[in-house]
């Protein structure tokens, strides 16, 4: 059965630091999406992207972040300086059709 | 505004015993999707059912049912016969039909801790 797929598992980094989050969706999907959930909090919605472009983000996702599709399997998130409170785990999500999102298993940033 | 309410922090529970998961939702909209995730100890987040606001009818799937009642906004979530597998933390969320516009909007979870 296919799956989204995200790299690495557990990202350990120095506040300041760029780091980049990768994930592989599946392959016929067209929709795509990154929330992050703080330790012991609740999902947050961070960006969505269709079409080559972002098609909705939130409050959190500030001049900081980034996404890319950069080959046309790897959906990126990039944190260009990472802070303490980017500490958290970050999903990737995929769809092909509307209203039906497949998530990865997440990757565990811990920023020091 | 949209928004999800899951009221219980935490349940627990004895093995074999049935629980009910709540979740209220508020939208404008008159189109949107209901779904429950299941997070299990490590972390990821697993589907469990989506539910389109125009259907009505209950679901029930092996152990798990679900009670989607459009007249108070809720979607409430029961475990029968609870196992200690079932321990994990469940979240309740919402989906809007917005264009491609498409996000989840999550409660804030509930933690089941069911003990043998």
């Known amino acids: 059965e296919p799956e989204v797929t995200q790299t690495p598992s557990h990202q350990v980094t120095q506040m300041g630091q760029e780091v980049i989050l990768r994930c592989v969706p599946i392959?016929?999907?067209?929709?795509f999406y990154w929330y992050r959930q703080i330790l012991g909090q609740k999902v947050e919605f961070l960006v969505s992207f269709y079409n080559n472009e972002i098609s909705e983000k939130s409050e959190i996702f500030d001049d900081q972040f980034s996404v890319e599709r950069p080959d046309g399997s790897n959906f990126t998130l990039k944190i260009r300086s990472t802070k303490l409170e980017d500490s958290a785990m970050y999903f990737c999500?995929?769809?092909?059709?509307?209203?039906?999102?497949?998530f990865g298993p997440g990757t565990r940033l811990t920023v020091l | 505004a949209q928004k999800v309410t899951q009221a219980q922090t935490e349940i627990s529970v004895v093995e074999k015993e049935d629980v009910t998961l709540d979740c209220v939702y508020e939208?404008?909209?008159?189109?949107?999707?209901l779904f429950w995730y299941k997070q299990p100890p490590s972390g990821e987040l697993v589907f469990l059912i989506r539910?389109?606001?125009?259907d009505e009818q209950n679901e029930i799937s092996g152990r798990y049912s679900w009670n989607f009642q459009k007249s108070t906004s809720s979607f409430n979530f029961t475990i029968t016969a609870s196992q200690v597998v079932d321990s994990a933390v469940y979240f309740c969320a919402l989906e809007e039909n917005a264009g491609n516009n498409r996000k989840l909007i999550w409660g804030l979870g509930t933690s089941l801790g069911v003990n043998p």
């Open positions: 999500a995929s769809s092909a059709r509307i209203n039906e999102q497949f």
């Open positions: 539910r389109n606001s125009f």
């Open positions: 392959s016929n999907h067209l929709y």
């Open positions: 939208t404008r909209d008159t189109t949107y999707y």
